[in-house]
């Protein structure tokens, strides 16, 4: 029987490895390639993983824990008496300035992680300045809008738990409907408007995008701004 099934599964192997698709995808993990490099030196990590990565989760984390810390700590209650909308437009300026500064700081890890990989296969660096600087400034700013978009959402729900329960399953049930279509050989096309897919587009770097750099920004702006319009709102309604 397993003499018999041995042939099938290599039959499937063969044809999987003949997949166009599947040769590209080798092809472009070639360490010379300008494009394997950008795609090391991309701090959010949607060019190499089709889900979360540590650098969107610790920008959820952020986003979350900086608003809902003055909730749970008491804090709120006398900020928010001289002006509700001023602290919360206060709270999202510093959640955008910290994550962009963590953001920042993010780059030179992946700078001296891409040089030990290129020391490693003797190879020379490819990569043009200006085209690494924008790669880096796309990143950023998808990340900073990213965790607005949980700073939002934590407004709107005021607790950092309901909060992380709303964006976990967001972001949670892209990664598993992705993963299934992508295993029964759908196009994962009609997901590139959720946020892990968006941040991919918007740095530009993947091997599979669905819709260009600009798209991709405006839909990280727009479930930013969507979610801190709402969060604002509700803040205004509050009953302290």
């Known amino acids: 029987m397993l003499m018999g099934f041995l042939p099938k599964l290599l039959e499937i192997q063969e044809v999987q490895v003949m997949d166009p698709q599947a040769q590209q995808m080798l092809q472009m993990l070639d360490p010379k390639l300008e494009i394997f490099q950008l795609q090391m030196l991309d701090i959010t990590g949607s060019s190499q993983s089709g889900g979360l990565v540590i650098s969107q989760i610790a920008a959820v984390v952020l986003g979350v824990i900086l608003v809902a ?42 700078l001296g992680v891409t040089g030990v990989v290129t020391s490693l296969y003797g190879v020379d660096w490819n990569v043009q300045v200006g085209e690494l600087l924008l790669v880096w400034v796309r990143g950023i700013l998808s990340l900073t809008l990213l965790a607005l978009a949980c700073a939002g959402v934590t407004l709107a729900t005021r607790s950092g738990g ?14 598993i409907i992705g993963t299934i279509m992508t295993l029964a050989h759908y196009d994962a096309k009609y997901l590139s408007w959720m946020p892990s897919h968006a941040i991919a587009a918007a740095v530009g770097v993947g091997n599979d995008l669905s819709y260009g750099i600009g798209a991709g920004l405006l839909c990280c702006i727009g479930w930013a701004l969507v979610a801190c319009l709402v969060g604002c709102l509700r803040l205004r309604t509050y009953n302290l």
């Open 69 to 110: 810390g003055n909730f749970r700590h008491g804090a709120v209650v006398w900020k928010v008496l001289q002006g509700r909308l001023r602290w919360g437009l206060n709270i999202l300026g510093a959640t955008a300035l910290c994550t962009a500064s963590i953001a920042a700081l993010s780059c030179f890890g992946t």
């Open 162 to 175: 309901l909060a992380a329960a709303v964006i976990g399953g967001v972001l949670g049930a892209e990664v």
